[in-house]
């Protein structure tokens, strides 16, 4: 529940994804057979829309786009569950919202505001259609995107007053008296115009070439100073909130107060002005946070110092980079394997040359690889934000925990990992925690336990997304499932039951709200998962709590590895599955049969899989005495796998090998060693099935 | 250690198309030179041994970051006399999606032959299934065999691909 993690490192990444999704909506609406619609096609614009809304909600600033998003939601929801049928009006419509969005996120990319009348008119528009349906639009739906300043006259179409409906408008309208500094007469002509229209002027002072006024108003500070940056620059200006001088000799020591909050007022106009600098922000946003306005202003500054020290890059030619690193450092090898055959005192500096290379071809080596390799805190610190948030929002207490922020996943795979996260936590959040009193009722702390966690296991990375909440409920889903005409029936399983939730429109939430419960999560969380080739496993128990459980593949990841010898042959074992290592004795083998053994190790029997059996390698050690057992854990099953050394520990580059080849049994990748030879990673997974089915090789 | 070819910088004109000459058995083939990328020395130190694989298909290499499979000819064919020595070459091939190694016994010329040339490909047994033939080809004294190695390499015969070839 730690605040202040700066969103705002991910804005641009958000606005990427979002002009994507748009992209792909408008591809997807233009193809839209209105009389014969697809319901693939509504259900991927719908999750278009639906991950904007879900992006926009999580920072908590873009205002505009999640109101407008959120109608669209609504509508698109509608006609894909099939309550209202497609009419090309409809289409057009839609078309005109994507450009609107579109429009909206540039703006927000600019660190504008965006177009107030073009946002109003369509979001208007989508209400009239959903009206016009007839269909029960959720109060919440209608009256979110309602802020403020629809009743307020809006003198600049750019200026929102009230973008986020959180935001902080001092009620009854605080009086607050802007100053500017070495202003034109003409300006302050304009100026006074403009705050006369947001309202009410109580009083005005001018000197040749400063400007106070003083206003009672339902804006806030931050637009006041938005309004005049249109006509003055940023620095001139201050806002404060102060009585007019009518009322001023009540109030004689006080403070020049920055906050809205009482109507502590400095009287001495000197003392205003070394607020000033702290004060300004040429920046027209409102955020959400009752954050100052220096706060806004030093973001600012951070992006526009980020944008220059950045750059994108297509991800191939990184690839590309590593491969010819890779080879760099095999041919600094091979120097080095030829140049010790030299006399050192001859060749001293041929030789002092090659370990120079040596060096920078490590580091360079590194620096490439870590280029694509991102600690999983990149995702992780985007969560005590979007918990906490919401967490005050519905009213509940809750604690997150983070696992494993520290555990590396490939860029392409941690940027794509980032949506269904968010979908779970806000699950998590929404359905799963309970209200304080339920808990406590329930006899569980009061305070909800989220955990998130992220670690290598095997040949795949574990991210779980845990709560202690109340679990899924069965005779919800049940009644759900039957409603919607899944084959399920009282005696199905739990396991089975909790699969259909990941059955597209299928949704047990009692009522939408803006975070979930549309039954679209799921759907999208398990299409990304398994996009990426890992899979998704959940767990739950009623009033206990539910697990989820993504399974990513190692595919693109490094891997901590165990490089083993068996005869001439190299193999890498994952790290994460050895436990142990040991020379077994006589006294510990058991034989079963002429050919299977199995090792008594502690009072437990593992079986004995022979590693030169399952990969037939000639010349290796058969004398199991002599040979190690390298003790491997896959799931819950414990084996002994016979290799004749160990010979070292290193981290290596997971290599595809189905790009040229195709997939070998028992192996899931390869690699390639220092010496620029290829070693097989062995795939524990594939020989615990075979310890269990004992088909030998066959059995894979 | 290893020569390369100019793959694809050759533009292929109405004058002909070039071959690359390896052979096989005394037997000499063409393969359109474009899907050529390279030819190496066979190295068997750098080969990875697969198990559970036809014998014909010796293991993976590195090839500057990607792992290439390579396939011996000369055992995939039966050919009585399979050594490997300094003279072995491995014609790296770059097909449509993939990239394989050829073990031949050795390369010798690049042609380029006419389309008057080039005859109908033959109904007799060569090593390789008149299927994968394109045609003859005739320069001078000697013979070629035309061979398409796309169609070759990516049929289920070659086990090189997961499934059913398409070709």
Not at chain 1, 355 to 377: G, K
Not at chain 1, 388 to 411: P, V, W, Y
Not at chain 2, 63 to 83: A, C, H, Q, S, Y
Not at chain 2, 133 to 140: A, F, N, Q, W
Request: net charge negative; glycine share 6%.
């Amino acid at each position: 529940m730690s605040a202040g993690v700066d969103l705002s490192q991910f804005y641009e990444t958000f606005f990427d994804e979002a002009d994507e999704l748009l992209a792909d909506m408008e591809q997807t609406l233009l193809a839209v057979d209105v009389d014969h619609p697809d319901s693939d096609q509504l259900n991927a614009i719908f999750r278009a829309a639906h991950s904007i809304k879900g992006g926009a909600g999580t920072f908590g600033c873009f205002g505009h786009l999640a109101d407008t998003t959120h109608l669209l939601e609504n509508l698109l929801d509608a006609l894909r569950r099939g309550e209202m049928s497609v009419r090309k009006d409809m289409i057009d419509l839609f078309l005109e919202t994507k450009d609107v969005l579109t429009a909206q996120v540039a703006a927000y990319r600019n660190s504008e505001q965006p177009d107030e009348q073009a946002y109003q008119r369509i979001c208007a528009q989508l209400r009239e259609l959903a009206l016009e349906q007839g269909g029960e639009i959720p109060a919440g739906a209608v009256s979110a995107p309602v802020p403020v300043a629809s009743s307020q006259p809006e003198p600049q179409p750019a200026i929102a007053p009230a973008t986020a409906p959180a935001a902080p408008v001092p009620a009854g309208g605080s009086p607050y008296r802007v100053t500017v500094k070495s202003i034109t007469p003409k300006d302050a002509q304009a100026l006074s115009d403009e705050m006369a229209l947001l309202g009410q002027v109580l009083h005005r002072e001018s000197s040749p070439d400063s400007l106070s006024i003083w206003l009672d108003t339902t804006a806030s500070a931050a637009d006041l100073e938005a309004v005049c940056c249109f006509i003055v620059d940023a620095m001139q200006v201050s806002v404060v909130s102060e009585a007019p001088p009518a009322d001023a000799a009540q109030a004689e020591a006080a403070q020049p107060a920055q906050e809205p909050v009482a109507a502590a007022a400095a009287p001495a106009q000197e003392s205003v002005a070394p607020a000033v600098p702290s004060s300004p922000s040429s920046e027209p946003s409102s955020s959400s946070e009752p954050s100052s306005a220096s706060d806004s202003s030093r973001k600012k500054a951070e992006k526009s110092g980020k944008e220059s020290s950045t750059i994108r890059v297509g991800v191939e030619k990184v690839d590309q980079i590593i491969n010819l690193v890779g080879e760099l450092v095999i041919t600094q090898a091979m120097l080095v394997q030829t140049a010790s055959t030299l006399d050192p005192v001859l060749h001293d500096r041929l030789l002092n040359g090659i370990e120079q290379l040596e060096r920078n071809a490590r580091d360079l080596q590194e620096s490439v690889m870590s280029i694509r390799m991102m600690p999983m805190d990149y995702v992780f610190s985007r969560f005590p934000r979007v918990v906490r948030e919401n967490a005050s929002r519905l009213g509940k207490r809750i604690k997150l925990t983070t696992h494993g922020q520290a555990t590396e996943l490939d860029k392409s795979l941690i940027e794509r990992i980032i949506d269904p996260l968010t979908h779970l936590v806000r699950n998590s959040l929404d359905h799963g925690i309970e209200l304080p009193e339920v808990r406590e009722a329930a006899g569980k702390d009061p305070e909800g336990q989220l955990v998130l966690s992220a670690q290598h296991n095997g040949g795949q990375i574990v991210i779980e997304v845990s709560d202690d909440g109340a679990g899924l409920s069965r005779e919800r889903i049940l009644k759900k499932a039957l409603q919607q005409g899944f084959p399920v029936n009282e005696n199905t399983s739990d396991d089975e039951l909790w699969q259909l939730i990941f059955a597209p429109g299928f949704s047990t939430a009692e009522k939408i709200t803006d975070i979930s419960g549309r039954g679209v999560g799921m759907d999208v969380v398990r299409r990304n998962i398994q996009s990426m080739g890992g899979h998704i496993q959940l767990s739950s128990r009623t009033g206990e709590g539910t697990t989820t459980r993504i399974l990513l593949p190692l595919t693109l990841a490094i891997l901590d590895g165990m490089s083993v010898q068996v005869g001439e042959e190299i193999f890498i074992l994952p790290l994460t599955h050895v436990t142990e290592s040991m020379q077994p004795t006589a006294e510990q083998l058991h034989s079963i049969s002429e050919t299977e053994h199995v090792l008594h190790v502690r009072g437990e029997y593992l079986p004995l899989v022979a590693l030169h059996n399952v990969f037939s390698v000639d010349g290796a050690q058969t004398d199991i005495t002599r040979s190690i057992a390298v003790i491997l854990q896959a799931e819950e099953t414990r084996f002994a796998l016979l290799v004749d050394h160990l010979v070292g520990q290193q981290q290596v580059v997971v290599k595809n090998l189905e790009s040229n080849y195709r997939k070998i049994p028992g192996i899931s990748a390869a690699t390639i060693l220092g010496d620029g030879s290829v070693a097989l990673i062995v795939d524990v997974f594939a020989l615990m099935r075979m310890t269990r089915t004992k088909e030998g090789v066959a059995g894979f | 250690m290893f020569n390369k070819v100019q793959a694809g910088a050759q533009q292929v004109d109405d004058a002909g198309r070039e071959f690359l000459v390896f052979t096989l058995a005394n037997q000499e083939y063409g393969i359109d030179i474009l899907k050529v990328q390279e030819i190496r020395g066979y190295d068997s130190q750098s080969v990875t041994r697969i198990a559970n694989v036809p014998s014909f298909i010796k293991g993976v290499t590195n090839l500057r970051g990607i792992i290439v499979p390579i396939v011996d000819m000369r055992i995939k064919f039966n050919l009585e006399k399979v050594e490997y020595n300094q003279h072995t070459v491995v014609v790296i091939l770059n097909l449509e999606t993939r990239v394989v190694g050829v073990v031949v016994d050795g390369v010798s010329d690049v042609l380029m032959l006419k389309p008057s040339e080039v005859s109908a490909a033959p109904q007799f047994g060569t090593a390789f299934s008149t299927e994968y033939l394109t045609g003859i080809g005739t320069v001078g004294e000697r013979m070629l065999i035309l061979v398409d190695i796309e169609r070759l390499m990516t049929s289920q015969e070659m086990a090189l691909v997961e499934q059913a070839a398409v070709v």
